[in-house]
């Protein structure tokens, strides 16, 4: 990198957490204009970053004479259609005992381009991103990362990880698929025993709510 600045150092400068910048990096979000006004203060190359050209002459006659907050709104604008808005909501899925969540409170969602869900054959409306707690999903899955979940997959794929409901939890685990209905539920983290768990059994209280498709993890 030109600049020779880390992720944390880059989020500083454009005033947003670290998370941000690894999904602007990324390309699940587009920064602001208070964002690219800030790391432009460190000498990035604004302009490159926004239209790929690095001469200024060209800029100009691509985009016009336009304040880095002008040129910023405007290439959010365009690219509006390009990014899905998926619901983040405050539930907690434990990788570990079990959460137990009495409310779900919506918050402000994120984005990920149409053409990576598109790719990955997942319809938007299917999605939701929720926050994972606990340890027994480490080293793939840790404390606070933010988990995509497909609520359209609750078939059981041996080895996939799922959002499933126990008792009234919510756990975040592997599961595998034995004879005669019976569900072996495991851990990434071999400090956590697999168990098995009868889904035909009418008197629990168990449902697969989705398949997690991708994570995104805070370094």
């Known amino acids: ?21 690894v999904n602007y990096e990324n390309g699940i979000r587009c920064p602001d204009g208070h964002y690219l ?12 970053i926004i239209t790929g050209i690095k001469n200024l002459s060209q800029v100009t006659a691509a985009v ?15 690219d509006k259609n390009d990014y899905i808005a998926i619901p983040h909501f405050d539930i907690k899925v ?4 079990g959460a137990l969540n009495e409310y779900e409170n919506e918050l402000k969602p994120l984005s990920f381009r149409r053409d990576w869900l598109t790719k990955r054959r ?4 299917n999605l ?5 707690t606990g340890d027994s999903m480490e080293p793939f899955l840790k404390n606070n990362d933010l988990v995509l979940v497909d609520r359209s997959q609750i078939n059981i794929g041996n080895g996939q990880t799922y959002v499933i409901r126990l008792d009234g939890h919510l756990l975040l685990k592997n599961l595998e698929l034995l004879p005669r209905g019976v569900v072996q539920v495991s851990s990434f983290n071999t400090g956590f025993p697999s168990y098995t768990v009868d889904f035909e059994d009418a008197a629990m209280d168990i449902a697969i709510i989705g398949r997690v498709v991708a994570s995104m993890h805070e370094w």
Do not use: T, W
């Open 94 to 97: 434990a990788a570990g005992s």
């Open 128 to 132: 939701v991103i929720v926050d994972v």
């Open 122 to 125: 997942l319809s938007p409306g």
């Open 64 to 78: 016009g004479e336009f304040s880095i907050m002008e040129i910023s709104e405007k290439i959010n604008q365009y």
């Open 1 to 21: 990198m030109r600049l020779k600045m880390s992720q944390d150092q880059f989020a500083i400068a454009g005033g947003v957490k670290k998370r941000a910048q």
């Open 37 to 48: 006004s800030g790391i432009s203060q460190c000498g990035a190359d604004i302009n490159y």
